[in-house]
C-alpha cells in the first residue's frame, strides 16, 4: 500500500472531529494539508489576508457552536492571524489555529519563516501544542480542539512542522481523532437558586441583561419563556439582539440609560461587566444595583462588582432551574413607576431617533441612510423571517444601526464585539454565507443541527428564504478598507453578499463636502499653495473613494448611491442581484468633535458618595 503522510492524517483527524470548512491562506508546507483535506470533502475558503481568516474562523465557532478552523502558514502567517486569536480569546469564540513551520532539525539556525510560534502564543491561546512524530498528531488535535471547544470558549493552536506534514509512514493501522462530545453544561446549586429567587422577588426595578452568551448558548426559547412568565423588563447587548425579538413590548434598549439607572436588581445573562456595560458601576448604574451573574466561566463571577450572587453555569440548563423555582410568579409592571419611566424614555428616545432617520438633506446623513437601507430591506424580508444576517463595524455606522436594524432572531447581528475590531466585517460576512448557507446546495453547518448546535437551530435562528439568509455588511469606509480585497474571496466562491459602504470621507468624520475644499486641503497637506490654512487631518480618507468598483472588477455588482430614492433603488437591485454587490452610500462628513462610540459617550468620574449604595437599603437609588 501507498505512505501516508502527515498531512493526510492532519485531514483525517479533522474530518474524524466533525469539521466541514477550514479558513485560511497556504502556502509551502501547509498548502499539502488543504489538499488533503478537500479530498476528504471538507471545504477550504482561501481568503486575501490572514487577518480576515483569523476573523473568518473565530466568529464561525460562535455562529456553528464548535469551533472554527484557520490553516496559515508559519513566521509571517501567524503574525498575521495573531488578530484573529485575540478576537476570539476576548470574545469567548472557539477557535483552532493551525500553522506551518521550519523542519525540526532547522530550529534556531534561522530556517525558512521561522519563529517559536508556541512560546509566542501560549500566553494569548487555552492550549499551544507542537506534535513531534507522526503518533501524537491526533491526540494534538483532540486536545486543542476541546481546549477550544470547553469551559469558556476560546482560541488554541497547533504548530506543525514541515518534516510532520510532509513526512510518510506505512499506511497500515494509521492513527486518527475521534469525534469529542458537546461540552457538559454546568446547573446551579438549590440553595444557589433559592437564593436567586428570593432576591429577584423583592426587586421593585428589575432587569434582565441578556448578551452574545446567551446566543452562543444557544438559550433563546428558554429565555424567552423567562422573559413572558416573569415579564421582567430585559436589554440586550450588540450581539445579543434577537435572543428577544427587538419588537418585544418589555425590550427596553431605546430606552438604555434609563434601564441601567434606574435597575435595582439586574440578572445577567451571558452578559460580562465590561466597558460595555460601564463596569457594573455608577454612574451609569445606580449605586445600590445588585447583580445575579451567570456565566460559564467562574474567572468572571463577581468582575468589577460583586455586589449580588454569581453562579458559574451554563445559561440553557440555568434559566429552566429558575423558571422552576420561580414557580409563577411575575413582576407587576401595572403598578411600577420604573417601568412609566421606561416607557416614558422609549418614547422620547424613538421620537428624536425617527426624527434623524427622516431628515432630508444633500448629502444624507448616516441615520437617514441607514433608514432607507432599513425599511427597504424589511419590505423585501421581514424582520420575523430571520432572513437577514447583518453584519456591522464602523464606530457611526455600527453605533446607529445597532438601533435601526431591527432583529427577531439570534446571532443574525454580528459586530465589532468586546474589543470594537475594527476590519472584522469582510471576514464575517463570509463566515456567516458559510454558516448558514453553505457553499453550492450544501446547507450551512448552524443550520442543520450539527454537534453543540440545538436540533432545533433553525426554528430558533428563523428559516428566511428558503433555508438561505441573505448576509448584508454595514461598514464604514475606514472599516471597510481593512480587508476589502476579500470582495474577490466572496466573488470566487459564488456569495452575494450585500455590503453597504457609508462614505463620510473619513474615520467618525470626514473633511469636506465637496470636492473643491477636499483638494485644497490634499494641496496644502503636500505642501503646494492652497487656500485651505490647514491641510488633511489624521482622520482623512479619500474624498467619494468609488469603492463599488471593488465589486465590478470581480464580476459582481457595484452602485454608488447619493440621495434616498438612489438608496432605495440600490438596496432592492443588490438585494436581488445574485451576486456580490458593493453600494457606496455617499453621506455627509459630520460633525467633528471629541471622538467616542456614541453609546459609550464618557461622563464624569463617580464620586465616592456615588459608589456607595445608601446604607440600609438593598434596593434603587435616590431617583425613583
Request: proline share 6%; with cysteine.
Amino acid at each position: 500500500m501507498a505512505p501516508c503522510t502527515g498531512a493526510q492524517i492532519i485531514a483525517r483527524s479533522l474530518r474524524s472531529l466533525g469539521v466541514t470548512v477550514i479558513f485560511g491562506i497556504v502556502g509551502i508546507p501547509v498548502v499539502d494539508i488543504a489538499e488533503e483535506a478537500i479530498n476528504l470533502g471538507i471545504k477550504f475558503i482561501g481568503f486575501r489576508n490572514e487577518q480576515a481568516a483569523g476573523y473568518a474562523a473565530s466568529v464561525y465557532g460562535y455562529l456553528t457552536g464548535r469551533p472554527g478552523v484557520c490553516l496559515v502558514v508559519g513566521g509571517p502567517g501567524v503574525l498575521h492571524a495573531i488578530p484573529g486569536i485575540g478576537n476570539s480569546s476576548i470574545n469567548a469564540f472557539p477557535l483552532l489555529l493551525l500553522a506551518g513551520s521550519a523542519e525540526t532539525h532547522l530550529t534556531s539556525k534561522g530556517a525558512f519563516q521561522e519563529l517559536d510560534a508556541i512560546s509566542f502564543l501560549t500566553p494569548h491561546t487555552k492550549l499551544a501544542l507542537r506534535p513531534s512524530f507522526f503518533d501524537a498528531i491526533p491526540d494534538a488535535l483532540q486536545d486543542a480542539y476541546r481546549h477550544a471547544w470547553y469551559g469558556r470558549p476560546g482560541p488554541s493552536f497547533i504548530d506543525l512542522p514541515a518534516d510532520i506534514i510532509q513526512g510518510t509512514l506505512p499506511s497500515t493501522d494509521l492513527p486518527t481523532a475521534s469525534l469529542i462530545p458537546s461540552p457538559p453544561k454546568p446547573s446551579a446549586d438549590e440553595l444557589t437558586l433559592f437564593k436567586v429567587v428570593q432576591l429577584l422577588k423583592t426587586a421593585q426595578a428589575p432587569l434582565i441583561v441578556i448578551g452574545k452568551g446567551a446566543a452562543y448558548a444557544r438559550a433563546s426559547q428558554q429565555i424567552r419563556a423567562l422573559i413572558t412568565q416573569t415579564q421582567i423588563p430585559f436589554l440586550p447587548t450588540p450581539m445579543g439582539k434577537g435572543v428577544l425579538p427587538d419588537s418585544h413590548q418589555l425590550n427596553a434598549a431605546s430606552a438604555r440609560s434609563t434601564a441601567l439607572q434606574e435597575a435595582d436588581i439586574v440578572l445577567l445573562l451571558g452578559a460580562r461587566l465590561n466597558w460595555i456595560l460601564h463596569f457594573g458601576s455608577p454612574p451609569k448604574w445606580s449605586p445600590n444595583a445588585r447583580f445575579i451573574r451567570i456565566d460559564v466561566a467562574a474567572e468572571e463571577l463577581g468582575k468589577n462588582n460583586d455586589n449580588g450572587i454569581s453562579i458559574q453555569a451554563d445559561i440553557s440548563t440555568f434559566v429552566p432551574q429558575l423558571l422552576s423555582h420561580l414557580q409563577n410568579w411575575s413582576y407587576n409592571l401595572s403598578t411600577s413607576p420604573y417601568t412609566s419611566q421606561l416607557l416614558a424614555a422609549k418614547d422620547k428616545n424613538l421620537t428624536a431617533a425617527a426624527e434623524k432617520a427622516n431628515e432630508k438633506t444633500v448629502p444624507m446623513t448616516h441615520s437617514a441612510a441607514l433608514a432607507a437601507i432599513e425599511r427597504t430591506l424589511s419590505s423585501l424580508s421581514p424582520p420575523d423571517e430571520g432572513g437577514i444576517v447583518y453584519v456591522s463595524e464602523g464606530a457611526n455606522t455600527m453605533d446607529l444601526s445597532r438601533s435601526i436594524f431591527p432583529v427577531s432572531h439570534p446571532r443574525l447581528r454580528i459586530d465589532a464585539g468586546t474589543h470594537a475590531t475594527m476590519g472584522v466585517g469582510m471576514g464575517y460576512a463570509i463566515a456567516a454565507h458559510i454558516a448558514y448557507n453553505g457553499l453550492g446546495s450544501q446547507l450551512g453547518e448552524a443550520m442543520v443541527g450539527v454537534g453543540g448546535v440545538d436540533a432545533d437551530v433553525s426554528g430558533e435562528i428563523g428559516k428566511g428564504m428558503g433555508g438561505r439568509k441573505k448576509v448584508v455588511c454595514l461598514e464604514g469606509d475606514s472599516a471597510f478598507g481593512f480587508s476589502g480585497m476579500e470582495v474577490e474571496t466572496m466573488a470566487r466562491y459564488g456569495m452575494d453578499v450585500l455590503i453597504f459602504v457609508i462614505n463620510n470621507g473619513g474615520v467618525y468624520h470626514g473633511d469636506a463636502d465637496d470636492r473643491g475644499f477636499w483638494n485644497d486641503l490634499q494641496r496644502s497637506t503636500l505642501g503646494q499653495h492652497s487656500e485651505a490654512a490647514k491641510g488633511l487631518r489624521s482622520t482623512s480618507l479619500g474624498f467619494q473613494t468609488q469603492y463599488q468598483d471593488l465589486a465590478t472588477m470581480v464580476g459582481g455588482l457595484g452602485i454608488e448611491a447619493h440621495t434616498i430614492e438612489e438608496v432605495e433603488q440600490a438596496t432592492r437591485k443588490g438585494y436581488k442581484s445574485g451576486k456580490v454587490c458593493v453600494v457606496n452610500v455617499i453621506v455627509g462628513k459630520g460633525k467633528g468633535g471629541k471622538l467616542e462610540f456614541g453609546w459609550q459617550a464618557s461622563s464624569k468620574k463617580p464620586t465616592a458618595a456615588e459608589r456607595e449604595p445608601e446604607k440600609g437599603k438593598g434596593g434603587r437609588g435616590s431617583k425613583l
